[in-house]
């Protein structure tokens, strides 16, 4: 799957906009100064070559391991008087260009790639599309508990009690596509703690007895644990016994207090000083049926489909049954970071005393990226569709500008993208694959199941 980095780059190579045209030519042979770089990859250019249409850009900054930056060519020298190939340009970098670090020039400016490629995905959705699957516990008020959907560095709907425990995601898990690894550098212990989207949404436990239970991994006893708090404060700790295996560990049934500002109602996994464990699933159990499941904002266009296991959870059952649910948004919510969102949850409409384990299930159109090391969800050959939608998307607005770029490049805005986007479109290998989705007719009867062009009844 391409950075964003890599798919500007590509997008430029279809356009014929960057140079050097080599990728292992692209890199500063000598140390600059702060608006100044050498490259002697552009030596078979005449001086002055670039001035004013081109922009000299640096994916990892002037040391190669910064952020973006972006410089207007004010000058070229061929070769000065040692020979070198120099670029320079109107505004300082952040420091001095250093030898050795990724660099080109295009007549395009970066941003407007970004803008272009960001825009593309949910044009060519759903021919292009992101399959989602959200795991949930029915009953569990613990919301993202399979760790499915994270926001940056941490889980979506989980905070750190402090700096000093480090969180990251690990392929290594229990159930589902991966787990938590916590580790305490600190010298007293530290926590995972639930924040979701909806607080009021715990006020339904006021009262009720509540189990929380964790699937851990850890080799030292009394490492990592969970437990309760709630207006009542914190409850006691249950620990894994360190026996280097998944082990399922529960709490004791805890009556629910209604939470204040400074107990709110949470779920916390407690990592010891100095300690390392996983954490692969939590979930609750106790309280009324469930009707109302929070779905995280990574899931931009709700589920499509939601399955319940037959058997209980804990089990690897994949025996499932089909929900009814209708899809909910209010605004203004909360997140995990306090900042006003849209919230979304799904409602069932004949909620479940069972614990099955909910499959929540969707397609969504590509994310968009923002900096250099975000990823495009997409894979060869597929990433082509996206890069000349993305070229679609540009020449709509600077291929009309005259002096936007050199000849050359606006010769190659000329070419017909449009055509060759529905050429690749109509290729086979590029469809992505859908679900089958089952549809109720109007006045009664059989379902429908949509395959393909053809509807059948069941």
Known sequence: MPTL?????????ELHAIVPKLATKRVTTGTGSTTT???????????????????????????????????????????????????TVLEPFAGTVASGVTAYLSPVHPDEVRTALNSAGPRLFPHLAVPRRYHHVNQSHVFNGFFDFWNGSLPQWWARSDADVAVTRDKISYF??????????????????????????????????????????????SSLGIRITDGDGQGTTVWHTGASVWEKISTAARTIVASTPSNPIRWEIVIAAGATGYASVVWT????AQEFVPIPPQFRRGPSNVRESLAAWPTFSRETDGREFRLEQAYPTYDSAGSITTGRMIRMQTPSASNGLLYIEGEDYLSAA???????????????????????????????????????FQLSLKRDWEAELKELTANPANSATHPAVSLKPMFGGPGERYVGERFSVR
């Open 5 to 13: 980095a890599a798919a500007r780059q590509s997008v430029l190579e």
């Open 37 to 87: 770089a050498e490259i002697n990859a552009l030596g078979d250019y005449p001086d002055n070559s670039f001035v004013d249409t081109h922009w000299l850009i640096l994916p990892g900054g002037y040391n190669g391991t910064s952020a973006l930056e972006v410089g207007r060519v004010s000058a070229f020298d061929q070769a000065d008087g040692s020979g070198l190939s120099i670029v």
């Open 176 to 221: 589902g596509e991966s787990s938590v690894k916590l580790v305490s550098a600190d010298a007293e212990e530290q926590y995972l703690k639930s924040e979701p989207v909806n607080h009021n949404l715990l006020n339904a436990l006021i009262g009720e007895s509540i189990t929380l239970h964790m699937y851990g991994w850890c080799d030292t006893s």
């Open 285 to 288: 159990t106790g309280g009324p």
């Open 370 to 408: 923002s900096v250099e090391a975000d990823v495009y969800e997409v894979d060869v050959p597929q990433d082509l569709l996206l890069y000349v939608q993305a070229i679609v998307n540009y020449k709509r607005g600077a291929g009309q500008d005259a002096g936007s770029g050199a000849a050359e």
